[in-house]
């Protein structure tokens, strides 16, 4: 089952957790069940930064990009028998 949401809805809730995010760390309480979340946030965007910049990289191969996004979904997949939709092992 995939989820669609418009550009809209996923920037706004960015913006709205950033802030969240911010808040937080200006109380310097944050508890760690948010740190824990803000790791996550940050490990996701740091790969898809480097997967974006093997995409326009164009002497990258494309077994390369496969591996590096199959790893960051690996990574986000929550159940054991989930599989990643166009995976060669499907």
Do not use: T, Y
């Not at 802030?19 to 898809?48: N, S, T, Y």
């Amino acid at each position: 089952m995939r989820l669609v949401l418009s550009n809209c809805d996923i920037k706004d809730s960015i913006i709205r957790l950033r802030e969240l995010r911010e808040k937080l760390c200006e109380e310097k309480a944050i508890p760690k069940e948010w740190e824990e979340a803000f790791q996550a946030r940050d490990f996701v965007v740091a790969h898809l930064q480097e997967l974006h910049i093997m995409i326009v990289d164009r002497k990258v191969r494309r077994n390369k990009l496969e591996k590096k996004s199959a790893f960051i979904l690996e990574s986000l997949i929550s159940f054991p028998d989930e599989k990643i939709d166009g995976d060669k092992n499907d």
